[in-house]
């Protein structure tokens, strides 16, 4: 695969990864700005592809990002490559970014447990190289979201925590993201949700059965979630259920639930019990998150969670692909997580 030119000669090593079900993905390792310039200045010639020496000593250098795109295209879509140049520079990351199986380069068939094999594949080898889990980053866009959600459980189930999990334009379900797909602001599908022979059809379209919502809360480090009110592949509410979901266990619980059908009624004494409590969780709520709005940018907000900080940025551009681009998010990102020139 040809690597376009929007990466400098000598900054990226073409690797084939084999799984444990053993398939052969493609990945590509992009050195961090300062791992690169040092090659750069200390080499006569111009350089060429980095060695796997020179990649080890970068890993064992400087943190390491594992990203995982979306579902379109492959890892040397323009705008990807667009993120790893920001990671790497602004950040000073390296970054190892993969196509999952029947992507790219990568052999196979994608499915749900097969594009988890890949993460973990991604996981392992950086390992392998030196990496110690505290620096390595959890990347994800879009569809990668998911898949970098799934990686996140795996490994707090194991015990193993990595340095942050940032989930760039995510998704609660992948069922959710095709019941309200629109295409030119026309819910392409909305027509089947009127009948339950149709919503179940719905479910049956979505060939990876990805599901945040059910994992997120398993997440045991700090978490940071970016979207844009302009996406309109992904709406930002989802980014907000997810949030919303984070919070929940830091709010009073109310003692009567809302009516799950249209046909229960709540009593007056019920009901003002309800209300009250719903005013009980708001002022909770403004208590515990910090909030700031960032004027052309968006707003900032960010708690305590149960596994440490999470960080929400919610911007006014940045439509579905370019939300992590943005310089403001990448800070954020900086400081949340101690990169870059935040790095301590």
């Known amino acids: 695969m040809r690597l376009l030119r929007r990466l400098t000669a000598g900054k990226t090593l073409n690797l084939r990864l084999t799984t444990s079900d053993n398939v052969t993905i493609g990945a590509w390792f992009v050195l961090s700005e300062p791992a690169f310039q040092s090659l750069r200045t200390a080499s006569p010639t111009p350089l060429g592809p980095p060695s796997l020496q020179a990649v080890r000593e970068a890993i064992q250098t400087n943190p390491t990002v594992l990203y995982f795109h979306g579902n379109a295209a492959t890892r040397a879509a323009p705008m990807r490559i667009q993120h790893y140049s920001m990671f790497t520079s602004r950040l000073c990351t390296n970054v190892l970014a993969i196509d999952y199986r029947g992507f790219g380069d ?7 447990p097969g594009l988890t094999e890949d993460a973990k594949t991604a996981w392992r080898w950086v390992l392998e190289q030196g990496a110690k889990p505290e620096d390595v980053m959890l990347v994800g866009h879009s569809l990668g979201t998911g898949v970098t959600s799934r990686l996140a459980t795996w490994l707090a189930r194991e015990g193993v925590k990595p340095r942050g999990v940032a989930l760039l334009a995510p998704f609660t379900s992948l069922a959710s993201v095709v019941e309200t797909y629109d295409i030119g602001g026309f819910p392409l599908l909305q027509p089947l949700q009127s009948f339950a022979l149709g919503r179940k059809l719905i479910k049956k379209l979505v060939r990876h059965e990805f599901d945040t919502l059910s994992v997120v809360k398993d997440i045991n480090v700090p978490l ?23 919070l929940d266990p830091h709010l009073p619980t109310s003692p009567v639930s809302f009516p799950a059908t249209p046909d229960q009624i709540l009593n007056s004494e019920d009901y003002a019990a309800y209300t009250e409590a719903q005013k009980q969780r708001h002022t909770a709520r403004s208590e515990l998150v910090r909030k700031i709005e960032v004027p052309t940018f968006g707003t900032i907000e960010e708690f305590d969670g149960s596994a440490g900080k999470v960080v929400y940025v919610e911007t006014f551009w940045g439509a579905h692909n370019d939300v992590g681009l943005q310089e403001g998010v990448q800070d954020v990102m900086a400081s949340t997580f101690s990169l870059g020139l935040a790095r301590v």
Do not use: C, K
């Open 106 to 112: 990568s052999d196979g068939i994608p499915s749900d």
């Open 224 to 246: 940071f979630i970016a979207h844009s009110q302009n996406d309109m592949d992904i709406p930002h509410s989802h980014s907000r259920t997810l949030l919303d979901v984070l």
